[in-house]
Antibody, heavy 125, light 107 residues
Framework: QLQLQESGPGLVKPSETLSLTCTVSGASIRSNDYYWAWIRQPPGQGLEWIGNIYFSGTTYYNPSLKSRVTISVDTSNNQFSLKLTSVTAADTAVYYC?????????????????WGQGSLVTVSS | EIVMTQSPATLSVSPGERATLFCRASQGVGSNLAWYQHKPGQAPRLLIYGASTRATGIPARFSGSGSGTEFTLTISSLQSEDFAVYCCQQYNNWVYSFGQGTKLEIK
């Protein structure tokens, strides 16, 4: 059974860097068929896609966050990670990692078929 | 960016009844739309993709329809486990975007 688990600090100071890791179990992250993603949900707001990574290291970022985001992959440990720099209170959110799969006629991965339970990160001094 | 708008924000329905949820895209997305169910403290679950195709293991009481800018998720004969937040996601544009969600609560 595929499982994804987010880990990292729950509190980050303003202007510092938020770092989270997603550990994938039950499947290899080295799959040709899937991307791996980070998504967040600020309190009282909808979900926001942050970015995707392929096991080769190819990344796709939301333009609204691209200047501050780095997603990386560690295939030896079956993990991928998120770094978000220069955080502010607006970055307070539940951060989810997810697997991205193809959907019907769309052969590239585009829908999030497995998710972690989420990790609340609060930005505060 | 494609903006996804869901309505209503909250829907109160009795168990056993039908629930109809709506999702509108700010521009056409074809059939490139997915629906997710999200319960507090749990991982979101993919319900529908391609606007109308149920994901693996999703019961037949969940159905999706629509194309272009107007989409509907229908849950026939609501079960107790169906009360949750539902959100839509477009993937027509590579910058994926989600709706704000509809909270389905017990009437």
């Amino acid at each position: 059974q595929l499982q994804l688990q987010e880990s990292g600090p729950g509190l980050v100071k303003p202007s510092e860097t938020l770092s989270l890791t997603c550990t994938v179990s039950g499947a290899s992250i080295r799959s040709n068929d899937y991307y791996w993603a980070w998504i967040r949900q600020p309190p009282g707001q909808g979900l926001e896609w942050i970015g995707n990574i392929y096991f080769s290291g190819t990344t796709y970022y939301n333009p609204s966050l691209k200047s501050r985001v780095t997603i990386s992959v560690d295939t030896s440990n079956n993990q991928f990670s998120l770094k978000l720099t220069s955080v502010t209170a607006a970055d307070t959110a539940v951060y989810y990692c997810a697997r991205v799969a193809a959907a019907g006629d769309v052969v590239v991965p585009v829908v999030f078929d497995f998710w972690g339970q989420g990790s609340l990160v609060t930005v505060s001094s | 960016e494609i903006v996804m708008t869901q309505s209503p924000a909250t829907l109160s329905v009795s168990p056993g009844e039908r629930a109809t949820l709506f999702c509108r895209a700010s521009q056409g997305v074809g059939s490139n739309l997915a629906w997710y169910q999200h319960k507090p403290g749990q991982a979101p679950r993919l319900l529908i993709y391609g606007a109308s195709t149920r994901a693996t293991g999703i019961p037949a009481r969940f159905s999706g329809s629509g194309s272009g800018t107007e989409f509907t998720l229908t849950i026939s004969s609501l079960q107790s486990e169906d009360f949750a937040v539902y959100c839509c996601q477009q993937y027509n544009n590579w910058v994926y975007s989600f709706g704000q969600g509809t909270k389905l609560e017990i009437k």
